[in-house]
């Protein structure tokens, strides 16, 4: 099956600095690349996703790369806000399958 | 829409008993899904349905029932509770065979004493 990494596991940032969190997963056959944001208490919440036809996605804030020879992709969060603080979800999906497999999850902390 | 709904929102359970968490979606989605969260750590997913009648398993099912008898349904069966099932659980749902936003309902937090 499917295997999603996920790193770095905590990133502190300073308030207005740009935060990268990267994925790497292990099958071609994936097609699918969601990013998922939690806070604290709450559920996980879509916030930018990128299907395999395409290299980049921006929207707004945010931005997400993929490199399908390399199997990684990329979140980038610019101009950090203290809202931006959570939790945040890689995932991938195979063509073969019907369900997601999650990254670990990084924890993002933006300094005032 | 009420979207995702979950009940209950919180619960205790003593070792060895049974409990059903409910989750009920009203966007006539296909697919819903089961996740467990434990403290600090990742999504896990324990079953998901592609539609009324069809469920798998996934990652963690152990200890864990389903069933999908309609559209809108999909409780989560424990059974013998047990103190590693203390987690977050979450279900979800989405439209298109699982490419596409996964809407998740609010959580049920159980702990097993």
């Known amino acids: 099956g499917e295997n999603v990494e996920q790193h770095p596991s905590t990133l502190s940032v300073q308030e207005g600095d740009s935060a990268v969190i990267k994925c790497t997963y292990s099958?071609?056959?994936?097609?699918?690349f969601p990013w998922y944001k939690q806070e604290l208490g709450k559920r996980p919440q879509l916030i930018i996703d990128i299907r395999s036809n395409v290299g980049e996605k921006k929207d707004q804030r945010i931005a997400v790369t993929l490199n399908k020879t390399a199997k990684h992709f990329s979140l980038h969060i610019t101009e950090t806000q203290p809202e931006d603080s959570a939790v945040y979800f890689c995932?991938?999906?195979?063509?073969?399958?019907?369900?997601?497999?999650f990254g670990a999850g990084t924890t993002v902390t933006v300094r005032a | 829409n009420a979207g995702v709904t979950q009940t209950p929102k919180f619960r205790i359970l003593k070792i060895g008993q049974s409990m059903t968490l409910q989750c009920t979606q009203d966007?006539?989605?296909?697919?819903m899904y089961w996740y467990r969260q434990d403290p600090g750590m990742g999504l896990k997913l324990i079953y998901y349905s592609v539609g009324a009648g069809i469920t798998d398993k996934g990652e963690v099912p152990n200890g864990y029932n389903v069933s999908r008898s309609t559209t809108e349904d999909f409780p989560l069966r424990l059974e013998l509770a047990a103190p590693s099932q203390t987690s977050v659980y979450f279900c979800?749902?989405?439209?298109?065979?699982?490419?596409?936003?996964?809407?998740f309902g609010p959580g049920t937090r159980l702990t097993v004493t």
């Open positions: 995932a991938a999906k195979s063509s073969n399958d019907y369900k997601l497999s």
């Open positions: 979800a749902s989405s439209y298109y065979r699982g490419q596409g936003e996964q809407y």
């Open positions: 966007m006539n989605h296909n697919y």
């Open positions: 099958d071609s056959a994936s097609n699918y």
